[in-house]
Nanobody, 123 residues
Framework: QVQLVESGGGLVQAGGSLRLSCAAS????????MGWFRQARGKEREFVAA????????TYADFVKGRFTISRDNAKNTVTLQMNSLKPADTAVYYCAGTSQFPVTGTTAYSFWGQGTQVTVSS
């Protein structure tokens, strides 16, 4: 089983940037596709982005296309989410998660999750 720990969240002004990181333990990290989700207060958890086992393929929710970039480094067992042009609507707890399928956007397809990191965007 892979364990995930997110970091990099914080408070940023609208228009600013943050880089979230997800560190994975376990030797099988490279065999999983990885995704980022977010959950705003009072709302359901929603898909943000995912990246395949190799570095070649990624997919994004429409509301982050052109602003967020997902990447991974299998040698370092990390997946990152670069977030630019942040908006107050991006305020949420961000989670990374792993799945054996790609591309998938539903939460039930992801079998292991991190604890989340808070991102707050002020106007």
């Amino acid at each position: 089983q892979v364990q995930l720990v997110e970091s990099g969240g914080g408070l940023v002004q609208a228009g600013g940037s943050l880089r979230l990181s997800c560190a994975a333990s376990g030797r099988t990290f490279s065999t999983y596709a990885m995704g980022w989700f977010r959950q705003a207060r009072g709302k359901e958890r929603e898909f943000v982005a995912a990246i395949s086992w190799s570095i070649g393929s990624s997919t994004y929710a429409d509301f982050v296309k052109g602003r967020f970039t997902i990447s991974r480094d299998n040698a370092k067992n990390t997946v990152t989410l670069q977030m630019n042009s942040l908006k107050p609507a991006d305020t949420a707890v961000y989670y990374c998660a792993g799945t054996s399928q790609f591309p998938v956007t539903g939460t039930t397809a992801y079998s292991f999750w991190g604890q989340g990191t808070q991102v707050t965007v002020s106007s």
